[in-house]
């Protein structure tokens, strides 16, 4: 069985500041990762996703994330925190076969953006 | 423009009463699933389904109900079996091979309040 943990529910960064949304999983085979990002009210937006080939994975909106095998982590980076950053994000796991059950979710991070 | 709907997106029910959610795709996508959003809680997997007249269980599925008779739709009903239906449900929908498979593509959610 997969399973995704994500530390901290609540992170607060000031405007300019790194951001560092941190994402461990478990999986039994290689898996393919993402992170998805929620406005209040709405569904979900991917933000990238790592399949296969290069670890460091640049998404939308200047997030990236890197996949560490051996540290079975998926953390997500934005180098200059924004205001319209804030959100809730979700990072999710699911098997390299194509994840036809679906994915499964971490209980997700709320990112607070401070003036 | 392709993409995934859901209604309604406010719902208000009484105790003891069915209500059903809709959702609608037009992304052609084979897989479709529902999921519960509760705060702290991450997304968790009522039901899935790969292909149509066909569905499985997800991991909460007790106390819902869904039917897959087109392709483009998978509605949910939350029967007056579900002990605790006030949340937020999100629809999303997926391709089952080739590039992009795994990723799931959400639709807007329906908050659904029990009275």
């Known amino acids: 069985a997969q399973s995704v943990t994500q530390l901290g529910s609540h992170v607060s960064v000031s405007e300019g500041a790194l951001v560092l949304l941190r994402c461990n999983y478990s999986?039994?085979?290689?898996?393919?990762l993402f992170w998805y990002v929620q406005y209040p009210n709405q569904g979900l937006q991917l933000l990238l996703k790592?399949?296969?080939?290069?670890?460091l994975v640049k998404g939308i909106n200047g997030f990236e994330a890197e996949f560490k095998k051996s540290e079975t982590s998926f953390h997500l980076t934005k180098p200059s925190a924004h205001m319209s950053d804030a959100a809730e994000y979700f990072c999710?796991?699911?098997?390299?076969?194509?994840?036809?059950?679906?994915?499964?979710f971490g209980k997700g991070t709320h990112l607070i953006i401070q003036p | 423009d392709g993409g995934i709907t859901q209604s309604p997106k406010y719902l208000f029910r009484k105790e003891g009463q069915n209500v059903t959610l809709s959702c609608e795709q037009n992304?052609?996508?084979?897989?479709m699933y529902w999921y519960r959003q509760d705060p702290g809680q991450g997304l968790r997997l009522i039901y899935y389904?790969?292909?149509?007249?066909?569905?499985q269980k997800g991991d909460i599925a007790e106390g819902y109900s869904v039917s897959r008779e087109k392709k483009e739709s998978f509605p949910l009903t939350v029967t007056s079996a579900q002990k605790n239906p006030t949340a937020f449900y999100l629809c999303?929908?997926?391709?089952?091979?080739?590039?992009?498979?795994?990723?799931?593509?959400f639709g807007e959610g329906s908050r659904l309040t029990v009275l």
């Open positions: 790592y399949t296969t080939g290069a670890t």
């Open positions: 999986s039994s085979v290689p898996p393919y």
């Open positions: 389904s790969q292909i149509v007249n066909d569905f």
């Open positions: 999303a929908s997926s391709r089952l091979a080739g590039g992009g498979a795994g990723e799931l593509f």
């Open positions: 992304l052609n996508h084979d897989a």
């Open positions: 999710a796991v699911t098997d390299s076969g194509g994840g036809a059950d679906g994915l499964t």
